[in-house]
């Protein structure tokens, strides 16, 4: 800013601008405004690019979910003739089978029906991006007492509880069938993985974060986990406890943690074996823009 | 609409400002003296206000800029004063007087602009 210095004549008297300087000026106007105009010009291209980008991101995505829902689907057909098969099996070959035979064509319909369930399960996750509700304020209190009634008469009839302290009650932008889907499903988990002869006490407590988010904490006082398997328990399938004594598909954490993602949230959880698990969801109380 | 007014005995200066700055959503006003530029301020509620120290009349831009900064309705406008000589007990004054930068004389428009914006934006001077 020293350019009083190259024009010695434009002192305090003399103030009013020489021919020379306000040409300069306009010369390094019209400089200055083809420059902006190139930038903004530059500036809406690339802003043009990365819509596409996002548009063939999402359309690839969509395509994805919607190869995923079909495949499912698809696979279910075979897996169905396969039942009448062993059936016909059973009813017209009685005879020839034997009590060993029998025993292997129920073992092929148990297999069977296990990958039936994993496809509906799958289909079910992949309807997940497809199904959505419009975000909308839900009293939290509410939409977790609604999703867990099922759960909590079944943990009543065993001689346990499931109780909400929903303390202070939030209303939050939600999808709220697919967090109350979401609740249902921790709370499932917690019921499933009870100690054997010990009633099933399952909490489900509410919190302000420090930076203004809401913490959901689930709690059980079941079987537990060991922490370092934490990363597999969101994974599709993944599984820690054998699946003869406890049923499932290993999907339900997993469509959990997308559903909590979907509302730019998290959720960890914390356990030990043998000592009941934790899990903890952190959802913002508005919505930033739709994420897909 | 942000409102920015020009203040200079010299109508030249003041066209010059006025096409560097002109953008949509702000409005470039002209005062020719200190008076009509308080005149005016309290009239129109300027977001900035660019004005030279020098001009002819009884009330210069040192003296304007501190009866703004002083009323109560005014104190907010930012200010910013041209000089067209490196004088350091201008620059002295004029922060006194409370304005919020300094500009020297004859500048290039791309200072103007980035002067401006800065001084808009609460940014120190780089
Ligand atoms: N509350 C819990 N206590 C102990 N282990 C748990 C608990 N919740 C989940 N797990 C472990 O994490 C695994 C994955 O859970 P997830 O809900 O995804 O699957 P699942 O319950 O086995 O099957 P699905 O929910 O699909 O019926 C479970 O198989 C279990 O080993
Ligand atoms: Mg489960």
């Known amino acids: 800013m020293t350019q009083g210095a190259d024009n010695p004549h434009c002192g305090v008297e003399e103030k009013s601008l020489t021919k020379k300087q306000v040409l300069k000026y306009a010369e390094d106007l019209a400089v200055l405004f083809r420059a902006e105009k190139n930038q903004r010009l530059r500036l809406e291209e690339s802003n043009a690019q990365l819509k596409k980008y996002a548009e063939d991101l999402r359309l690839s995505h969509q395509e994805l979910q919607d190869f995923l829902l079909t495949a499912s689907h698809d696979l279910q057909e075979p897996l169905r003739k396969a039942v009448t098969f062993g059936d016909l099996l059973k009813t017209r070959f009685r005879q020839q089978l034997g009590p060993a035979g029998f025993e292997y064509i129920d073992r092929l319909a148990g297999a069977v029906q296990r990958m039936q369930r994993l496809l509906d399960d799958l289909s079910a996750y992949s ?134 993602e979907r509302h730019g949230g998290e959720i960890t959880a914390k356990s030990s074996a043998g000592n009941g698990a934790a899990f903890f969801v952190v959802l913002p109380e508005k919505q930033s823009p739709p994420r897909s | ?68 900064k002083k009323r109560q309705e005014t104190k907010d406008v930012k200010i910013i004063l041209l000089t067209a000589k490196v004088d350091p007990s201008f620059k002295k004054q004029g922060a006194e007087a409370g304005a919020d930068n300094f500009f020297l004389k004859p500048f290039s428009p791309r200072e103007l602009k980035e002067k401006v914006e800065r001084t808009l934006n609460n940014f120190p001077d780089a």
């Open chain 1, 127 to 260: 309807r997940l991006t497809i199904e959505t509700h419009p975000r909308a304020p839900a009293n939290m209190g509410e939409v977790i007492s609604d999703a867990v009634a099922g759960v909590k008469s079944q943990a009543e009839a065993l001689g346990g509880s499931l109780k909400l302290e929903i303390q202070p009650n939030p209303v939050l932008e939600v999808d709220a069938p697919q967090i109350g889907q979401m609740f249902k499903c921790l709370v499932a988990n917690g019921l499933k993985f009870r100690k054997r002869g010990v009633p099933p006490e399952l909490v489900i407590r509410s919190r302000r974060t420090d930076d203004g988010k809401w913490e959901f904490t689930v709690r059980d006082n079941g079987i537990g986990f060991e922490e370092k398997y934490l990363d597999r328990i969101f994974k599709p399938f993944e599984r820690l406890h054998p699946s003869g004594e406890y049923d499932g598909a290993g999907m339900g954490l997993t469509v959990c943690r997308k559903i909590v």
């Open chain 2, 1 to 68: 609409m942000e409102k920015i007014l020009v203040v200079d005995n010299d109508k030249e200066v003041r066209e010059l400002v006025e096409v560097t700055l002109a953008a949509p959503g702000r409005r470039v006003l002209h005062a020719e003296s200190g008076k009509m530029a308080i005149e005016m301020t309290l009239d129109q509620k300027p977001d900035l206000i660019i004005m030279d120290i020098v001009m002819p009349g009884e009330i210069n831009g040192i003296e304007a800029t501190r009866f703004i």
